[in-house]
């Protein structure tokens, strides 16, 4: 016991953040098995849990790197929902065509909003703010003019029916795996990777401390563009998934609070609004933990009515704890 | 002049991080006088005028103002009681116009409780008026000259019935006819019974304005008196007089190549200057501050662009550099602020370190992580870093270790044209040692280092050469045998009262 | 500015005051070219679209001024509904009203406290509230609409008098006051100056923890007068719905010159702010453009403000003279 607190109080910050969120965590996990009787340790439920919100760690991983540079990202909701009606007006091009659509409208916000905060150094917040209305503003007017075309079925939501091909993907399964959950975790390692090159390590420094990091000769520039462009990219990832999962694009994917709620994971995984803390893992438990929140609550019988409001309340209280312990 | 001190100074002493800074100060402080107060960078007068208003407390000794103890002082109470302190970071709010600055906090008011925006103005035309000091009151303070925001500053310290004005450095933004009018005021303000508390590096204002000086000298209290008592000359001894252990002395005299020309440079911080730099050597850049000499720094790394001029490195002219292109060739710098330009002080020490080299050695976007981590840790016992636990972030480090991890930064990327800007300042003496002993490490393994200091016995030990800048120039040049305190001082002072 | 000729003025004038310039142009194009924009009629819907809106605004404003923002704004309509629908049935407008204003209040009081006593953002923190308080809409409702069944309450949502919303002449008593507030009482110049520079606010013995926490609570205070008069319009109170009305809110501040920094804003430019995507909207509608496009309109023109303010801002720092 002795060596185990020594070891933990030798670690990073980071590292330690890790360790809190997870003993967090697996605190939930533990009191929402017992209060269920087994039943939340069920296959059935966990893999439900991965499932809802696959797309929600894609998104919030994007997430993450925009806000450990000390920025913020408002427009993945918007960006999700552009990319899953892209891939279905593409989707005469084939599989990879409307992926390669889906994806390329994507990138376009994402080098949008890194332009603007990085070059004319304009507030992240306005600016992902301004491109938010501008995605859902455009992923409607998409929507809209594809109504007019032979073979798509419009809802009155203005979203646009697919062939089935798509669907697979999502029930599909590989080594009795979903293959959205494997997607999901497969992104987790990619952007971990991400982390370990120059330019994806150098988000650390740069939130951290933007003038440090210049003179010490990181380009810091290229690491700005680089993770605004990869937080609209994740979230056209997050909207491929959707559509394969409801077989349409809609222009309201994701919900009107998906930004936030990425937000308010990456918080809860240990990502500070002002910039330099924060890891994939951490992040990922975050997610988890909103996920697993949800799922006691409903096992609790706390009525829906209610949610929202424990919500809150658990992202200002894991918040606050984190702001007290950085600036010791 | 009267002969009761409005303010009174006994035994005032304070440390930072064990490290004093001032030593038992006593001192008075008369109405109607101005008393300067003179020593170089790192004498403690700045620690010296913090104590007074109250951003600080003195570790020991008392503070009697008005024939009353003043106990915990703060900025805000020591307003109120009138000691009033203009620093050049003026704490104004910019968005606001002059006449509301004034009124800040005090504002005059008319049955019902609304602001009276007439009576306002009125105190500020005023205010001003009799300081004779013109300058548009309707824009918002941010957008006005840098001098007339030191008067919007006076003006409201004014406001408040200040027996007591501190006044730091305050030539230092202004132009010659600013100055003047500057003067104006103080000799009003004197005959109103205003105790003013005058730092500043301009002797020659001193002996214009001032009726009492003190020097300052290592935390120290070195010598008090009438202004008419010293002239420039015993003024500049006993700013400096100290005996300097020239055992320290560097000795060794290899120099190669020259790695760094700087040919001309001009830019809107620095006028012409010119030097060069060989590997093997240590150039110490003396002069105040204010002189221009972190405004090089910036401009020879690329931080900063120039508008005229050279810079050659390794006899290759650079064009559009910047701190990464810099790196790339070897030359790398140690900010004169580490807190806020040196170290992501979230972030653990090992991975400070390691950016310069990353940066340096990465191959297709990917660090040579295993040797970084060596790098880090050999790095960590070379250089003798405290606590050597390679996660702990940075922020609870000493000043000292602190200094080092910098260094280390610089070290770890193989940067052979280092420019250190006050590579010892806060440093404990334990730490200073070290980072001298490395830098002639360093130095004979063939770098070229640029090292600014404000500590003379720090230029004068350490390096081969030493050049004093003075008001954006190079004054003059020294070789390590003929410099003296005085000498480096005089020239860091001339040329500076020459541009008044 | 004495070295600046006449023609630089100018445009230093438009620049400062793009907004208002924008409306005028705005508006006068319509009045021109597009048919049945200017009449009563449709000034009439614009101002009842956006007088909700407008209350929130002003709120923000407030809010934006010390450099805080409040992201519960919508929730806050929502949960104000609710109290004032449940409240209505039980014991009449008056109390009802004033039960919906103050439980509403004090919400905002807890933002306020939060952020001028903690170190949490006030991004999180109304952030945090913003599901808070769209929670206890949702138990207080029990996740139904409460319909409100006394029908001078649902005629004064509606009620015009000579053709212009009872809401929009409110908001603008609502403006007037507080436009006053901000330019004569000390409170209202004490905002600007927390705002301007927390630290020599404090320095000045400015109670920067007081202003704080009273800007948020009005600005919640405000949203509920809002509220108040959603509940009116849909003649029921609603635990959903209201949504995004934080990010309108906003808009209009920034559109109207305010800056995320503190210090800079006005209730004028804010007004004009919501004047010109009301207008802009109409314009769209009248002209047969599908609304979608209102959003990248939107969205482009809180780019162009803020790409402005930033212009201004390293401009004016050019110009200061230096040592």
Not at chain 1, 1 to 14: C, V
Not at chain 1, 113 to 136: D, K
Not at chain 3, 12 to 39: H, Q, R, T
Request: a positive charge; aromatic letters at 8%; charged letters at 15%.
């Amino acid at each position: 016991m002795i060596n185990l607190k020594k070891y933990y109080s030798t670690q990073s910050f980071d590292t330690r953040s890790v360790i809190n969120i997870l003993v967090i965590l697996l605190s939930m996990i533990f009191f929402a098995a017992v209060f269920s009787q087994g039943v939340f340790l069920q296959q059935k439920n966990l893999i439900n849990l991965l499932m809802q919100n696959a797309a929600l760690i894609i998104i919030t991983l994007g997430q993450l790197l925009v806000i450990v540079t000390m920025g913020i990202d408002l427009s993945v909701g918007a960006v999700m929902a552009v990319s899953s009606v892209l891939m279905v007006l593409f989707q005469d091009f084939g599989v990879v065509g409307s992926i390669v659509a889906a994806l390329g409208g994507a990138l376009i916000f994402g080098v949008v909003n890194g332009a603007l905060v990085t070059f004319i150094r304009l507030p992240a917040f306005v600016v992902t703010m301004a491109t938010m209305q501008i995605g859902y503003s455009v992923a409607k007017l998409l929507s809209d003019a594809a109504g007019s075309r032979g073979g798509t079925v419009y809802t009155s939501l203005g979203g646009m029916e697919l062939p089935t091909l798509y669907s697979e993907f999502y029930k599909g399964n590989l080594w009795g795996a979903p293959l959205p959950i494997l997607v999901s975790f497969g992104f987790l390692i990619l952007i971990a990777l991400y982390l370990k090159t120059k330019n994806g390590h150098f988000i650390y420094p740069v939130g951290g401390n933007e003038k440090t990091a210049f003179l010490s000769g990181v380009p810091v520039w290229k690491v700005k563009m680089a993770v605004y462009m990869l937080s609209s990219v994740l979230a056209g990832v997050a909207g491929i998934i959707f559509v394969s999962r409801v077989g349409l694009g809609d222009p309201q994917a994701g919900g009107p609070w998906i930004a936030l709620d990425s937000i308010a994971a990456a918080s809860i995984g240990g990502a500070s609004l002002s910039g330099g803390l924060g890891t994939v893992l951490g992040t990922f438990f975050g997610v988890i933990i909103l996920g697993v929140l949800n799922n006691i609550m409903n096992l609790l019988g706390v009525p829906p009515t209610l949610q929202p409001a424990i919500k809150g309340l658990v992202i200002l209280i894991a918040v606050y704890l984190n702001t007290r312990r950085k600036m010791n | 002049m009267e002969n009761q001190p409005v303010l009174s100074l006994r035994k005032i002493s304070k440390s930072f991080a064990g490290i004093k800074v001032l030593h038992e100060i006593d001192l008075d402080f008369y109405p109607g006088e101005v008393h300067c107060i003179v020593g170089e960078n790192g004498a403690g007068k700045s620690t010296l005028i913090k104590i007074i208003s109250g951003a600080y407390q003195p570790d020991e000794g008392s503070i009697t103002y008005q024939s009353q103890i003043l106990r915990h002082n703060n900025p805000h109470l020591a307003r109120q009681n009138g000691i009033n302190a203009i620093y050049q970071e003026i704490d104004l709010i910019p968005t606001l116009n002059a006449a509301e600055n004034i009124s800040l906090g005090n504002e005059p008011t008319r049955k019902g409780g609304d602001i009276d925006w007439r009576a306002v103005q009125k105190t500020s035309d005023k205010i001003l008026g009799d300081m004779g000091a013109g300058l548009d009151t309707t824009i918002p303070v941010q957008n006005l000259k840098v001098a007339h925001q030191q008067m919007v500053a006076i003006a409201k310290a004014l406001s408040m019935n200040s027996k007591v004005l501190i006044l730091d450095e305050p030539t230092a933004v202004f132009s010659g006819s600013e100055i003047n009018l500057l003067f104006e005021i103080i000799e009003k303000l004197k005959s109103q019974g205003i105790s003013i508390v005058y730092i500043s590096h301009h002797l020659d204002e001193i002996f214009r304005i001032g009726d009492r000086v003190t020097v300052l000298r290592d935390g120290n209290l070195v010598r008090s008196g009438l202004v008419g008592e010293f002239d420039k000359n015993s003024l500049i001894k006993a700013m400096v007089g100290r005996d300097i252990d020239f055992s320290l002395r560097n000795k060794s005299k290899i120099t190669g190549e020259i790695v760094l020309e700087v040919r001309d440079l001009t830019s809107s911080e620095v006028e012409g200057v010119s030097l060069t730099l060989r590997s093997g050597e240590i150039v110490g850049m003396a002069g105040l501050v204010g002189a221009g000499r972190t405004e090089l720094a910036r401009l020879i790394l690329g931080a900063d662009s120039h508008s005229s001029g050279e810079l050659l490195l390794k006899g290759k002219k650079l064009k559009s550099l910047n701190p990464s292109k810099a790196l790339g060739l070897g030359m790398g710098m140690l900010p004169e602020s580490r807190k806020e330009e040196g170290l992501v002080l979230v972030r653990p020490m090992a991975e400070n370190i390691a950016y310069s080299q990353i940066q340096r050695e990465s191959r297709f976007g990917f660090p040579p992580w295993r040797k970084v981590k060596e790098e880090a840790l050999k790095m960590v016992s070379a250089v003798d870093i405290r606590p050597n636990n390679p996660n702990i972030q940075v922020t609870y480090m000493s000043g000292g270790n602190q200094q080092k991890v910098v260094l280390s930064k610089l070290l770890a990327a193989d940067c052979d044209v280092l420019i250190l800007d006050e590579p010892t300042r806060g440093v404990d003496v334990g730490a200073r040692m070290e980072i001298y002993s490395l830098m002639k490490e360093v130095k004979d393994r063939g770098a070229a280092i640029l090292m600014i200091s404000s500590d003379l016995p720090e230029i004068l030990t350490q390096s081969d050469r030493v050049l004093v800048m003075s008001g954006g120039k190079i004054a003059g040049e020294f070789s390590a045998a003929e410099a003296t305190e005085e000498k480096v001082l005089k020239l860091a002072l001339q040329i500076q009262e020459e541009s008044l | 500015m004495k070295t600046q000729n006449k023609g630089t003025s100018w445009l230093s004038w438009i620049g400062n005051n793009s907004a208002l310039v924008a409306f005028i142009i705005l508006f006068v194009l319509g009045s021109i070219f597009v048919p049945n924009f200017f009449s009563r009629q449709n000034f009439s819907a614009i101002l009842y679209q956006y007088a909700i809106i407008g209350f929130l605004a002003l709120g923000q404003l407030l809010v934006i001024l010390t450099a805080g923002i409040d992201l519960s704004q919508g929730s806050l309509v929502a949960f104000t509904s609710i109290v004032v629908a449940l409240a209505m049935s039980k014991y009449g407008i008056l109390p009802a009203v004033l039960a919906g204003l103050l439980a509403t209040t004090v919400l905002g009081l807890i933002n306020g406290l939060l952020v001028s006593r903690t170190r949490i953002p006030a991004f999180v923190v109304t952030l945090g509230m913003m599901g808070i308080a769209r929670g206890l809409a949702l138990v207080l409702s029990d996740a139904k609409p409460v319909s409100v069944e006394i029908e001078s309450f649902v005629k004064f949502g509606r009620a015009n008098i000579f053709g212009i919303p009872v809401s929009a002449i409110i908001l603008l008593a609502f403006c007037i006051g507080i436009g006053y507030f901000l330019k004569n009482r000390k409170l209202g110049r004490y905002i600007y100056a927390v705002g301007g520079s927390e630290e020599s606010a404090r320095l000045s013995g400015i109670d920067v923890k007081k202003i704080k926490l009273f800007v948020y609570a009005a600005s919640a205070f405000l949203t509920a007068i809002g509220g108040v008069i959603w509940t009116a319009r849909l003649s029921s109170g609603s635990p959903i719905g209201a949504n995004n009305y934080e990010m309108e809110s906003i808009a209009a501040v920034i559109v109207g010159g305010g800056s995320l920094f503190g210090g800079v804003g006005s209730v004028f430019g804010t007004v004009i702010g919501f004047l010109l995507f009301g207008t802009i909207n109409s314009i769209l509608n009248l002209v047969g453009i599908s609304p979608y496009w209102q959003g990248t309109i939107k969205g482009i023109l809180i780019l162009l403000a803020v790409a402005l303010s930033q212009l201004r801002r390293l401009r004016e720092k050019k110009s200061e003279v230096k040592k």
